[in-house]
């Protein structure tokens, strides 16, 4: 469970002590040396150089099988604490725009696996099956090459790279018959030779970091050796007999992957003693986990004498609770826009790398992982990072700071990497896409944010930028796995920024950043932060945060404050203000905010003579003298449209918009308009708060059908009723796809015709439709396109729009879009309303011949259609037949005590299966999947903290094409 006061304390103090524990310390349980050294030689002394050959198929590394974790076990039922507590300098310093934006070319895997590193004069980049070398002007020096051309051994994949600065060289990584490491003679790694080592006992997702007395590569192994420590002297000498150290990390607890981090040195700055820290997050969803927390491990090696090296017990911190489990562990659970595949949010994962910097005062250590924000229904992925502080070489770790990093506009923000400056202000790149509540379509498109060294603790506070969008969903569930930053050791504050997005084809996007200064004199009003929207009077003081953006300090600067376009007040900031830090300023002259019911735009900016950068002078922000009387339902959030609903509670929002708590007010409920069911909210609701409230009488959605449902609140003193209610369209549905991929050509030529037929074997009365294509084509007006269904029913999906536009591209046609087809531009990627109406086919059969009609009106441009889908829904499927084997049936054995086993025995098939438990939403609770151990398909489910009601257990080939499913009920 997790510890509700515990929030309280860690933010109150975020340099909190560390839970002790024994100190005990365990031998290395490997010792020997490197398989084999090769010294290759340079790039540039050869002229033959193989490039990267395409993955056949996805890679199967350890992150492929699907993760293990109790359904229900951990009860967070609130929002991600940051999110909650939101700082008024959340996201409010101005960032400025990448210096350098580049595309790497010839991505050939997916996922890409992108990492990168920087040098004194290259950036040298390695995606899964292969590596390319820039100049710091992304000016491609090599094009892609081929592993083989530095690593003498063939495999595949996961290619990482890390720049040693203290030595000059470069350390790659490869999996091929083990793991494979080279590292080159000189800084120059075009020039340089290799020195490759060959490590047959690693072998799986291997991360290096660079430590002062070793390179540290941790490791998904399934033995137990968990981490090597490989010596780093002997290899920067090429020393074909250099030492190699194997350590397992006790106590620690997974959820089927392995994957901490060792500490790697960010720049030039070594520390002369202390061990290597291996970190690792535990979160409460696993099982033996009691609450979530971080792990540290120190390996202390001895390359003279191995009988001295040890690792030692865990340290455990407390963190903030956190949500690490998207959909039940499964690699499908953040949705693209548009009806895209969905995506790996890559959860339980330390991402690449955990990046150390020392300092003249401390020790810092920073990375992160992703979390689900949303303790309810819905996903919406966050960044949740750290920054660890010792107070010297080889001291006790604790945690500065922490914080959970959520996109604008409601949008995912994952695939994250984060490392310090000089300074100690932190640079974070990430992935970002659309959220279920995002008013806007961002499609996987890459960002960065950051904080300054003395901005308050526990935010990021730059204004997200932009490094470059995204134009294509991401083919498969597969992304990242990782993406990396690095620090620039020519100036040690410009960042590199490396992830994976799509455009044309799979391609990894480069952003070059800064967050340190450019000039000496910068200065701006970066928030509003006070009064607050409330009941105000005629004599209110403004108060505003002013940041120096630059590197000198800044006294005597005059201070403008404008209320809806008009100058109020003319004042000085005294002063003084540091480089790089902020202060709050009040305006001595008061303003008049008394109007009721009246919003104010409120301005303010900073007017310094010598500003060498007016762009981020001044703010802006509307406060609103709210009534004091005012609630409204925003939202109905259950239940949600689904299969098998029946007697469903109904559960709302309720939003006090007023400046007074309110108690004991009626709040209601009607379904297609019928009889209220109107019942009284305690409270108290305070001012500017909202609560969820569930109604003790359920509403009745047993039918197959639409139901409308209208939530009110009915206070008698309201002063504004334009916000009380709130309507949601709920659906008692199960939708069944089938897809026909065969290429046909359309056009050119007026008048010609293009018929492509989806037979429907199964006969249902439709209740939705809904309807997916691609066609390629160089001028999309020209098209005509409709559905016909077997009985002979028309809909018109789209006719003569695009204009000389091309292509439709996955678009996807609902009468639930949020806009019309007729009002969108070519290419067509996303959700859109048809011309005419899919409604008109509820209440149609299934069975027959579903006809996708294209006309091409003119002789010039053609193209092809290269496949659509057709989703119909009824009140009968559970997901697909049961199709998967004939000679055996899906079991399920309820052992007691809400232990089950997942049984399905046959010998006909051998292939690994998808096993998921699903709800009655269809939410996933549970995805992993399963091998054939001789007998058949087993598995053990342990449902004990799962709540009461009734499961969909699916076992299922991995493409979805057939499938068994039954039902289990949870007493």
């Keep these: 469970m997790k510890l509700k006061v515990l929030v309280l304390l860690l933010i109150a103090s975020f340099s909190f002590s560390v839970m002790a524990q024994e100190q005990n310390s365990e031998p290395a349980t490997y010792v020997g ?89 290259h950036v040298f980049i390695v995606y899964n099956t292969g590596f390319i070398i820039y100049d710091k002007e992304g000016n491609d020096l090599t094009g892609p090459l081929n592993t083989s051309t530095i690593f003498p051994s063939g495999g595949c994949c996961d290619l990482t790279v890390s720049y040693d600065n203290a030595a000059d060289r470069w350390v790659v990584t490869f999996l091929g018959g083990g793991a494979q490491v080279v590292v080159s003679d000189g800084p120059d790694p075009i020039a340089s030779n290799w020195f490759a080592y060959n ?64 500490l790697n040195i960010s720049n030039d700055n070594f520390p002369t003693s202390g061990g290597a820290t291996i970190v690792y997050q535990q979160d409460d969803a696993y099982s033996g986990v009691s609450e979530d927390h971080l792990k540290l491990w120190t390996i202390d090696v001895d390359f003279d004498t191995p009988s001295n090296s040890t690792v030692s017990s865990p340290v455990e911190i407390p963190t903030t609770p956190f949500i690490g489990v998207f959909d039940g562990g499964s690699f499908s659970n953040l949705s693209q826009p548009g009806g895209g595949q969905d995506i790996d949010a890559l959860q339980a994962t ?103 060294a003395s901005d308050d603790l526990n935010i990021m506070t730059v204004t997200e930028e932009l490094i470059d969008n995204g134009t294509q969903n991401i083919g498969g569930f597969r992304y990242g ?31 070059r950043f800064k967050i340190a200064p450019d000039f000496n004199n910068d200065m701006g009003v970066v928030s509003i932060d006070e009064p607050l929207d409330g009941i105000l009077t005629a004599s209110e003081n403004v108060t505003v945060t002013i940041f120096n ?59 310094l003579a010598s500003d060498e950068d007016t762009t981020n002078d001044s703010t802006s922000r ?38 007074e708590d309110q108690s004991n007010f009626p709040v209601s409920y009607t379904i297609d308009g019928g009889t209220p069911i109107s019942e009284t909210v305690p409270g108290p609701l305070t001012a500017g708060t909202s609560t969820s409230y569930t109604f003790a009488t359920p509403g009745d959605f047993s039918a197959i059908q639409s139901y409308t449902v209208v939530a009110s609140t009915d206070l008698i003193s309201d002063s504004d009723e334009s916000n009380d209610s709130t309507t949601k369209v709920i659906r008692n549905l199960s939708c069944d796809t089938n897809t026909n991929d065969t290429v046909m050509s359309v056009g050119p030529g007026a008048g010609t015709v293009t018929e492509s037929v989806i037979t429907v074997t199964e006969d249902f009365i439709i209740t939705n439709a809904n309807v997916e294509l691609t066609i390629e084509h160089s ?26 536009g091309d292509d439709y591209i996955q678009t996807m046609f609902s009468d639930d879009a949020p806009s019309s087809i007729t009002t969108a531009n070519a290419p067509f990627t996303g959700m859109f309303q048809p011309e005419g109406s899919l409604d008109d086919l509820d209440g149609l059969s299934s069975l027959g011949d579903w006809t996708l009609r294209i006309t091409d009106d003119t002789n010039s441009d053609g193209g092809q259609l290269v496949e659509w889908s057709l989703q119909l829904c009824d009140d009968l499927s559970l997901g697909f037949e049961d199709t998967l084997v004939s000679d055996a049936e899906l079991i399920i054995v309820d052992k007691g005590n809400d232990q089950f086993s997942i049984q399905l025995p046959t010998t006909a098939i051998t292939e690994r299966l998808n096993l998921t438990v699903t709800n009655m939403l269809g939410q996933t609770l549970l995805g992993y999947r399963v091998d054939n151990d001789g007998s058949g398909y087993n598995y053990d489910l342990d449902m004990s903290y799962a709540a009461s009601g009734v499961y969909i257990v699916t076992l299922g080939t991995i493409d979805g094409s057939s499938g068994q499913t039954k039902r289990l009920i949870v007493r």
Excluded at 501 to 506: A, D, I, N, Q, S
Excluded at 570 to 587: K, R, W
Excluded at 623 to 651: K, M, Q
């Design 33 to 121: 040396t490197v398989g084999s050294m090769t010294v290759v030689p340079s790039i540039a002394s050869r002229t033959q150089l193989e490039r990267p050959v395409p993955l056949t198929e996805e890679p199967q590394d350890g992150r492929s099988s699907r993760l293990k974790i109790l359904i229900g076990k951990d009860q967070q039922t609130e929002d991600d604490y940051f999110v909650r507590n939101r700082h008024r300098l959340e996201g409010a310093i101005a960032a400025r725009p990448p210096s350098l934006v580049f595309d790497v070319n010839n991505n050939v895997s997916s996922p890409s696996d992108p990492s990168l590193a920087v040098g004194p004069d």
């Design 199 to 262: 490590i047959p006992q690693i072998s799986d997702y291997q991360k290096l970091s660079v430590w002062w007395d070793g390179y540290y590569m941790t490791d998904n192994t399934g033995g137990t050796n968990k981490v090597w420590a490989m010596d780093r002297t002997a290899m920067l000498a090429g020393d074909p007999n250099a030492s190699i150290q194997g350590f397992n990390l006790p106590g620690i607890v997974t959820d089927g992957f392995f994957s901490p981090q060792a």
């Design 350 to 452: 330390v991402m690449n790398q955990a990046q150390y910097r020392k300092f003249s005062t401390h020790n810092s250590a920073v990375f992160n992982f992703v979390v689900d924000t949303d303790a309810g229904g819905g996903e919406l992925a966050g960044v949740r990072w750290f920054e660890l502080r010792q107070d010297g070489d080889g001291m006790p770790w604790t945690i500065y700071q922490e914080g959970t990093y959520t996109a604008p506009d409601g949008r995912h923000a994952w695939h994250a990497s984060l490392i310090m400056d000089v300074f100690g202000n932190i640079g974070m790149g990430y992935s970002s896409m659309s959220g279920p509540t995002s008013t806007e379509t961002v499609r996987v498109s890459s960002y960065y944010t950051g904080r300054f």
């Design 481 to 511: 796995d990782y993406s990396k930053i690095d620090v620039d050791p020519n100036d040690d504050k410009t960042f590199w920024f490396i992830n994976e997005y799509r455009k044309t084809g799979g391609e990894n996007v480069v952003g």
């Design 549 to 607: 953006f630059g590197e000198d300090s800044q006294s005597g600067v005059p201070v403008e404050l404008t209320v809806d376009g008009t100058v109020v007040a003319n004042e000085t900031f005294t002063g003084p203000l540091e480089g790089q830090t902020s202060t709050q300023y009040t305006f001595t002259t008061p303003v008049d905010f008394s109007e009721e019911g009246r919003t104010f735009e409120v301005s303010a900016r900073t007017i």
């Design 622 to 659: 509307n406060i609103t003298h709210v009534f004091a009387n005012d609630i409204g339902v925003i939202e109905i959030t259950a239940p949600d449209s689904g299969e098998g609903l029946g007697s469903e509670t109904i559960t709302v929002i309720i939003e006090n918009f007023g400046a």
């Design 779 to 804: 001028w999309v007006d020209d098209l005509d396109i409709f559905l016909i269904a077997p009985d002979g029913t028309s809909v018109e999906l789209s006719t003569d729009n695009g204009g000389d």
